[in-house]
């Protein structure tokens, strides 16, 4: 990855080509679209918001030119994610390079997923049946496989339609957060070795976002609200991040072997909501607690 970064910095032009590039081939393996929005915070935090605004242009006219001459859905599809992936990557990229403050950039992640969250709320009164028809086509060929009654359809279509909202709007906080620590990480490796260790180890969201989270998380639970259901959702991703930067940083203050993280992120693959709500509440008890400072405390009282 750091040659494709390494070439991506030569200039716009290259930044453009390999964005574009990987925002098309997201739309058959998704998660290259973080790479996509990588490559642009990378430029971002590296020449400027203005530098990066130009390899953006290029990569929006060559995507363009690529998905129209194929069919009109492709460029739906390509435009949709330029619009909920590069332009809110810029800004917080931005954020990043002028409070050069990982904590801050996540809150900035943290309010764009809750302003998505509360435009389409405000937006479209009846959720449930707007996602209903649009994961209809997709799960049919499920539903036939599982031989499910038209009633179990419809109630597992239903159940899923209310989990939508909260589903994007945590998507969007893993999709913005990831491209961000990969720019970071990719900076660091051709600019600063060593510096993106550091930065994220010490990563802390704060004692107020804990207790804004804590309160939203009870909230949702206690009242069963859609709407604090899918803030909870933020707040919960949020913290996972905070959770892992405190895991790296046992590993390395302790010396555990790092064939554990393997094993951690294996987990967060295979048994997402259980190792993503223990990791975010790993983060929320250390924005109280400072497991970090104690273990480092701890270690440096034994040599």
Request: charged share 10%; net charge positive; glycine share 4%.
């Amino acid at each position: 990855m750091i040659a494709l970064a390494t070439f991506a910095m030569r200039g716009p032009f290259q930044a453009a080509l390999v964005s574009s590039m990987l925002l098309l081939f997201s739309l058959m393996l998704p998660p290259l679209v973080w790479l996509s929005n990588a490559i642009l915070a990378l430029v971002c935090l590296r020449e400027g918001l203005l530098a990066a605004f130009k390899a953006l242009g290029m990569a929006l006219l060559a995507t363009l030119l690529v998905t129209a001459t194929v069919n009109q859905l492709l460029l739906m599809q390509a435009l949709s994610l330029m619009v909920f992936n590069w332009l809110p990557m810029l800004l917080v990229a931005y954020l990043l390079r002028s409070r050069v403050s990982l904590a801050v950039s996540l809150h900035g992640v943290a309010a764009l997923a809750v302003m998505l969250v509360l435009m389409i709320f405000l937006l479209v009164p009846d959720q449930n049946r707007v996602w209903s028809e649009m994961l209809s086509p997709f799960m049919a060929d499920f539903f036939a496989e599982l031989k499910l009654s038209t009633d179990e359809q419809a109630e597992m279509l239903a159940e899923l339609s209310s989990m939508m909202t909260a589903a994007i709007a945590a998507m969007l906080v893993v999709s913005l957060t990831v491209s961000l620590l990969i720019a970071r990480w990719w900076q660091a490796k051709l600019y600063n070795a060593g510096g993106f260790q550091q930065e994220f180890h010490n990563l802390r969201l704060g004692l107020r976002a804990s207790l804004l989270a804590v309160a939203v998380l009870l909230l949702s639970l206690l009242v069963g609200s859609p709407l604090l259901a899918a803030l909870a959702s933020v707040a919960v991703t949020l913290f996972l991040f905070q959770g892992l930067a405190v895991v790296h940083a046992i590993v390395v203050l302790k010396k555990v072997n790092g064939r554990w993280l393997v094993v951690l992120y294996a987990g967060l693959l295979f048994m997402l909501p259980q190792v993503s709500m223990a990791l975010a509440g790993l983060g929320m008890v250390d924005a109280w607690g400072d497991i970090r400072a104690r273990i480092s405390k701890g270690v440096s009282s034994n040599h």
